[in-house]
């Protein structure tokens, strides 16, 4: 079992920054991929970010392409997520996923919540304009 804890959500004025983290506890979280998820109220969950075990390989949603950056400390244990250009429209709760890195990823499959085996609880991320 891998438990994940988020934290650094907030409020902020558009075209501010957040930074995210992803605190995980159980297992070592360098065996897992990581994501970052988003819910916006009334919304599905939407995928946001990825990242591999290894961080050679990474993939975003166009919506946060250019602005948003994961990373990962290993020897932390720690996902992050560098929010820039913050607009309102990216306020919503603040998901990390992690899924185990014994098989292969594509795309598709790292962008789909059910992928995913652990989740965090969230934190919150208000943008005001």
């Known amino acids: 079992q891998v438990q994940l804890v988020e934290s650094g959500g907030g409020t902020v004025e558009a075209g501010g920054s957040l930074r995210l983290s992803c605190a995980a506890s159980g297992r070592t979280l360098s065996n897992y991929h990581i994501s970052w998820f988003r819910q916006a109220p009334g919304k599905e969950r939407a995928f946001g970010a990825f990242?591999?075990?290894?961080?050679?390989?990474?993939y975003y949603a166009d919506s946060v392409k250019g602005r948003f950056t994961i990373s990962r400390d290993n020897a932390k244990n720690t996902g992050n997520l560098q929010m820039n250009s913050l607009k309102p429209e990216d306020t919503a709760v603040y998901y990390c996923?992690?899924?185990?890195?014994?098989?292969?990823?594509?795309?598709?499959?790292?962008?789909?919540?059910?992928?995913?085996?652990?989740w965090g609880q969230g934190t919150q991320v208000t943008v005001s304009s």
């Open positions: 996923a992690a899924r185990s890195a014994g098989t292969t990823w594509s795309a598709s499959q790292s962008s789909s919540a059910g992928w995913y085996d652990y």
């Open positions: 990242i591999t075990r290894s961080t050679l390989s990474t």
